[in-house]
């Protein structure tokens, strides 16, 4: 039987987005979402959880991070402290 490799990613009761926690072979997503569950929230930590096929990531390459992430740095319109922010908008 032939099995994918799939990362898994699982969104904890107090956090707001899906972190990464490991990886596991299955058959397919049906039983990689069985498998992360047993595996990764024996302690019912998780509230969500992601199976994504591993060939189905595409990531930079750490040699690209002057090309990737510099030019970044010249446009201070991004930053959050270039706008000011009412009161009555409250927590962002």
């Known amino acids: 039987m032939s099995t994918t490799l799939f990362e898994i990613f699982i969104r ?3 956090g707001l987005e899906h972190k990464h926690c490991g990886s596991l072979h299955a058959a397919d ?3 990689a979402l069985t498998l992360a569950r047993d595996v990764y929230t024996r302690r ?3 509230v969500s959880i992601w199976v ?3 060939t189905d990531i595409t990531a930079s390459q ?15 319109y991004r930053h959050p402290t270039f706008y000011a922010i009412p009161d009555d908008v409250g927590h962002m």
Not at 63 to 70: C, L, P, S
């Open 12 to 14: 904890s009761k107090q």
């Open 29 to 31: 997503v049906e039983q």
């Open 44 to 46: 019912q930590e998780g």
């Open 52 to 54: 994504v096929k591993s």
């Open 62 to 76: 750490p040699d690209d991070k002057a090309e990737m992430f510099d030019p970044m740095a010249d446009k201070i």
